[in-house]
């Protein structure tokens, strides 16, 4: 078995990734014969056995276990629709929003209300794009000031880092409250107005050179660099 191409490089549709049946084809890879193939343009992702193609564009698609930043766009008297920035608005139901007991006919806004923007899970996907949120969980909440910033949905597991090390650096260096969603949202939160500046300009540059080895070393750099 030989790995091909090297971890974290740009890779091409049809280059060759890897040969041998040692490694497992997912998502963004097919295998022909001895071969596993990139079947889209991106960043290879070598874990364990397993080799992926993460795409540098492209929209979101949710999944099932996603957690998303979402905006309420519509109330209605059982539910509310939340923008989660794909094509289709994202429902959430009176059962999965809150454990309280809400009679019939009740205000929902005192809830969630019209622009209030929220943490969910996706709980379900169905055939006809229907998707369902929940906000029972842990960190699944109303989201109150801060600002977000946008990113490439497919590039937030490099954001997040393994086991969440490059987020954590950005946190612990700017001391801001981080939520990163699955949909390429990130709601930011600090005391220090410059402190949050560094954080959006430090996820944004994480975001452009998403591609780069040693990314978690240049990022901790970076930020040392501009706290002197």
């Known amino acids: 078995m030989t790995l091909v191409a090297q971890d974290k490089s740009i890779v091409v549709p049809g280059e060759?990734?890897?040969?041998g049946m040692d490694h497992v084809p997912a998502q963004g890879t097919f295998r022909e014969n001895e071969n596993i193939i990139a079947s889209q343009l991106g960043l290879l992702s070598v874990n364990g056995r397993l080799i992926k193609v993460i795409a540098l564009s492209g929209r979101y698609i949710p999944k099932v276990?996603?957690?998303?930043?979402?905006k309420i766009t519509y109330i209605s008297f059982s539910n509310?629709?939340?923008n989660i920035g794909y094509a289709y608005e994202a429902n959430?139901?009176?059962?999965e929003a809150t454990s309280d007991?809400?009679?019939r006919g009740a205000d929902l806004s005192q809830y969630f209300d019209y622009g209030d923007v929220v943490t969910a899970k996706v709980i379900g996907v169905n055939k006809q794009k229907a998707i369902d949120l929940t906000m029972k969980g842990p960190g699944l909440r109303k989201?109150?000031?801060g600002r977000i910033i946008k990113v490439t949905p497919s590039k937030v597991p490099r954001l997040i880092g393994k086991q969440g090390s490059m987020i954590s650096i950005v946190k612990e260096a700017t001391n801001c409250k981080i939520i990163v969603g699955q949909n390429g949202l990130v709601w930011m939160q600090g005391?220090?107005?410059e402190k949050v500046r560094l954080a959006e300009e430090t996820i944004l540059k994480i975001d452009r050179?998403?591609?780069?080895?040693?990314?978690?070393?240049?990022?901790?750099?970076?930020?040392?660099?501009r706290l002197k």
Request: no cysteine; proline share 2%.
């Open 16 to 19: 060759v990734l890897a040969t």
């Open 65 to 70: 276990g996603d957690m998303v930043i979402g």
């Open 80 to 82: 509310w629709s939340v």
């Open 92 to 95: 959430l139901s009176l059962k």
């Open 101 to 103: 007991f809400i009679a």
């Open 143 to 145: 989201l109150k000031g």
């Open 191 to 193: 005391d220090d107005p």
């Open 209 to 225: 050179e998403a591609h780069k080895e040693g990314l978690t070393d240049e990022i901790s750099k970076f930020l040392k660099e």
